[in-house]
């Protein structure tokens, strides 16, 4: 696994609040992970994925 580069992009809403969204910084085990923040609410969203699909599995199962 290689080693993800921190990233950080912000924008304003229309009310003045800055959106801030960061990766690369926390759940680097996971395949993909963000931190959305705004004001002092922050919530961090993960992603772990399996590299091969199971044979004969029909659907998709979001766990």
Do not use: C, H, W, Y
Not at 10 to 31: H, M, N, W, Y
């Amino acid at each position: 696994m290689g080693q993800k580069i921190p990233l950080t992009t912000s924008f304003d809403l229309p009310d003045g609040r800055t959106v801030t969204i960061e990766t690369g910084k926390l759940a680097t085990q996971a395949d993909g992970s963000a931190m959305v923040r705004i004001g002092n609410t922050m919530i961090l969203a993960t992603v772990v994925s399996a590299k091969e699909p199971r044979a004969g599995q029909d659907f998709f199962p979001l766990r």
